[in-house]
């Protein structure tokens, strides 16, 4: 599903650049909690943000969003690490290691710093802010060619989507899909927003709806081990497809917000 990392990245950075309100970017992150809260990880971070260190009373997130705008900071960008491939976090350390355990951060690279979300209790996400000993900016993806990548990865992936049968006898497939995507927050985006990362998203949300009924598949746990793992290698190249998809669509809004806020300062 798209992370809270996304919602924060794209929201903030249309804030930012005049494009939408501060209720606006709070009322976005209802989706991924009822309530958010901000900490520093680090003395840097707490001090360039005005925020409490970790274990501390926590700050909110409108005390961040001053903060952002305080440092200059006119964009975000959203990474979605996974073992194996941590472009865009500027190498180890604390923020590395917290941003793949959560498998999502927004970078500002601008500043040198991450956030990473995390929920801590029911209704509750923590966003965690690290400073970053080298910032790496991500290598810019196209979101012409992210799509494009998508469609290869799902026609490379129909023979293996058939061979497991994912939908074979199995006629309430359909009525699955629409379950699974609509127990997902439901995630607004602001005016703005360019309709093809719209569309890439929502595509997306919808193969990421497959790989996750794809996965479980397994009645009675039939599968042997061997065969569970052929599966999810099957799946592997269309599951790196869709977070590339992704992060290219949250990626350009955020530049398209920035380039606005540029034009109109």
């Keep these: 599903m798209c992370r809270p990392s996304a919602t924060l990245a794209v929201w903030s950075s249309a804030w930012l650049n005049g494009a939408a309100a501060s209720d606006d970017v709070l009322?976005?992150?209802?989706?991924?909690?009822?309530?958010?809260?901000?900490?520093?990880?680090d003395a840097p971070a707490a001090e360039a943000f005005e925020l409490p260190l970790a274990f501390n009373r926590a700050a909110t997130p409108v005390q961040l969003m001053m903060a952002l705008r305080a440092q200059g900071a006119k964009s975000a960008q959203?990474?979605?690490?996974?073992?194996?491939?941590?472009?865009?976090?500027?190498?180890?350390?604390?923020?590395?290691?917290?941003?793949?355990?959560?498998?999502?951060?927004?970078?500002?690279?601008?500043?040198?710093?991450?956030l990473v979300p995390e929920p801590i209790a029911e209704g509750l996400m923590r966003?965690?802010?690290?400073?970053?000993?080298?910032?790496?900016?991500?290598?810019?993806?196209?979101?012409?060619?992210?799509?494009h990548g998508l469609t290869d990865a799902i026609r490379a992936s129909a023979g293996a989507l058939q061979t497991l049968d994912?939908?074979?006898?199995?006629?309430?497939?359909?009525?699955?899909?629409?379950?699974?995507?609509?127990?997902?927050?439901?995630?607004?985006?602001?005016?703005?927003?360019?309709?093809?990362?719209?569309?890439?998203?929502?595509?997306?949300?919808?193969?990421?709806?497959?790989l996750a009924i794809a996965r479980t598949d397994d009645p009675g746990g039939a599968l042997s081990a061997s065969a569970a793992v052929q599966r999810a290698e099957a799946l592997r190249p269309l599951a790196d497809a869709v977070r590339t998809a992704r992060t290219a669509a949250v990626n350009e809004a955020v530049r398209v917000f920035a380039?606005?806020?540029?034009?109109h300062p």
Excluded at 81 to 107: H, N, Q, S
Excluded at 127 to 147: F, G, H, I
Excluded at 167 to 186: F, G, I, K, T
Excluded at 259 to 263: E, F, I, L, T
């Design 27 to 41: 009322d976005s992150l209802e989706a991924w909690g009822e309530a958010h809260d901000v900490v520093a990880a």
């Design 78 to 114: 959203l990474v979605l690490p996974v073992p194996g491939d941590v472009r865009g976090l500027g190498g180890g350390g604390p923020f590395t290691e917290a941003a793949l355990r959560c498998g999502d951060a927004v970078v500002l690279t601008e500043l040198g710093f991450g």
């Design 127 to 147: 966003w965690t802010v690290y400073s970053l000993s080298a910032p790496a900016p991500l290598e810019y993806q196209s979101l012409p060619d992210a799509e």
């Design 166 to 210: 994912v939908a074979s006898d199995r006629p309430s497939v359909r009525a699955e899909l629409s379950a699974h995507l609509r127990s997902q927050p439901q995630v607004e985006w602001p005016a703005g927003m360019p309709a093809r990362s719209l569309r890439v998203l929502q595509r997306a949300e919808e193969i990421s709806a497959i």
């Design 259 to 263: 380039d606005q806020g540029d034009r």
